[in-house]
């Protein structure tokens, strides 16, 4: 049997092409003209400095250059879209569809985008200028200008003629759009209807009038709930006066949903969203820094209320020794409350208006958990501590349960909350949660110490 290899014959490694790059650069413009763009976005992520990756971008084909840039981190390709000249981004733009054309030009200086749309054909100019009209994460900005579209008064015949004529240029030709004199859209029908149409039927006998469509100033995230909802590979998009001015792709949504979960991952653990491995150390330590001062804030506010309980802890040294016990145990229960509602705000699920049962349903499970984990930390602590006995076990007992019922209520009411006052819930929610179950944790503890123990 023959051995099974890791790599194509068509792959290279880091070392192969830097080599090829200096000694051939020809033969390794033909291996990057078999390569797919994806794979070739992995070997510039694989380079050590900009230096390099310079280097190999330009040994990669003209017509395949944006769709690499394209697949590596915004911050990447901004550092290395600035040692273009506008002549070169202008041949990258030449090759791409409307919408990765306008995130190119979203990624240098204005001076030199608006200089490079200068260089371009007028209605390549005029598509590009409509889409950087509109705001980066609406369905304006994500939309694509290329779609194909016909009269309400053509036939399939005449549909089928025009598409054999204009249809390469067209990539995920999924639909064909109606539209009226004035360009409003009438409806929507799959290409492959047509298959089972006589030449001579008006186009209106097959169109889908109840197709969904998006508003171009609509959120992305909204889009995305769109296409799950109606499971289809493309949909238009239309302006305050129902005229078409673009479709958005399943495609393009799938980088939307990715953006959108990583973000909300970001944001639970208080990192900004442009936080990534591509960034330099300066500027993903200053963006981290000023979560972590928000974070020594709300951890001083804890440590004042042990500080109220100094007397307690000095006559009993346990008690030092269990409180992180209850605080933690707070902190991941609201964690995981906080994280099912979070999700659920992002996916649609939940909202303000449906979350009462939401929020019985988590507090009900923090209930059932705090009970027993009360149970279980209050033998483990009259076991450890004889001295105090079942005393000392019924306090921390107690505490547990009050800061995981705490926990779960935050947890749920929290991001509820902030959406209600339009702020991004991923955003906050972690840093007042931690605050939350460590204030009570503590306060309940010692608290209860206090009152019983001493």
């Not at 084909?61 to 690499?68: I, K, N, W």
Request: glycine share 8%; aromatic share 6%.
């Amino acid at each position: 049997m023959a051995k099974k290899t890791d790599k194509t014959p068509m792959e290279l490694s880091l070392e192969q092409a830097l080599k090829m790059a200096q000694a051939h650069p020809r033969a390794l413009r033909n291996r990057f003209g078999g390569l797919h763009a994806s794979e070739l976005g992995d070997l510039l992520l694989a380079c050590r400095d900009d230096d390099e990756r310079l280097l190999l971008l330009g040994r990669i084909p003209e017509a395949q250059r944006g769709d690499v840039l394209l697949e590596l981190p915004e911050g990447m390709q901004e550092d290395l879209l600035a040692g273009f000249a506008p002549r070169e981004i202008e041949e990258v733009v030449e090759h791409l569809d409307s919408d990765d054309a306008t995130d190119i030009l979203q990624a240098v200086d204005k001076e030199v985008a608006d200089e490079v749309i200068e260089r371009l054909e007028p209605d390549e100019r005029r598509g590009i200028e409509n889409l950087l009209s509109h705001d980066e994460e609406s369905a304006g900005g994500l939309m694509q200008a290329e779609l194909f579209k016909v009269r309400d008064d053509w036939t399939v015949d005449k549909v089928l003629k025009v598409l054999r004529r204009f249809g390469h240029e067209i990539e995920n030709l999924n639909y064909v759009y109606i539209v009226d004199d004035d360009d409003r859209l009438v409806g929507v029908f799959p290409l492959h209807k047509m298959l089972f149409c006589e030449p001579d039927q008006p186009v209106t006998d097959i169109v889908d009038t109840k197709f969904p469509t998006v508003h171009a100033g609509q959120d992305q995230e909204e889009v995305a709930h769109l296409f799950e909802k109606y499971n289809v590979l493309a949909m238009p998009v239309v302006d305050d006066y129902g005229v078409l001015v673009g479709r958005i792709t399943a495609d393009d949504i799938l980088d939307v949903v990715q953006e959108e979960a990583t973000e909300d991952m970001y944001r639970l653990a208080a990192l900004s969203n442009q936080d990534d491995l591509a960034e330099p150390v300066g500027i993903t330590a200053w963006r981290r820094g000023i979560w972590l001062a928000v974070n020594l804030g709300t951890a001083i506010l804890a440590a004042l209320v042990v500080a109220q309980f100094q007397a307690t802890i000095v006559q009993i040294v346990a008690l030092a020794v269990l409180m992180p016990i209850v605080a933690s145990m707070g902190g991941i229960a609201g964690t995981q409350t906080l994280t099912v509602i979070v999700r659920g705000i992002a996916l649609g699920r939940v909202t303000f208006e449906n979350a009462k049962r939401s929020l019985i349903r988590e507090v009900s499970v923090s209930l059932v958990t705090g009970l027993a984990f009360a149970l279980v930390m209050g033998l483990i602590a009259t076991w450890w501590f004889p001295a105090l006995g079942a005393k000392l076990g019924m306090v921390i007992a107690a505490a547990m349960l009050i800061n995981l019922l705490m926990a779960g209520m935050s947890g749920a009411l929290i991001p509820l909350t902030l959406q209600r006052l339009h702020i991004d819930p991923a955003l906050a929610s972690g840093t007042i949660l931690t605050t939350v179950t460590d204030v009570v944790g503590f306060f309940a503890f010692l608290g209860l110490a206090t009152m019983f123990l001493l």
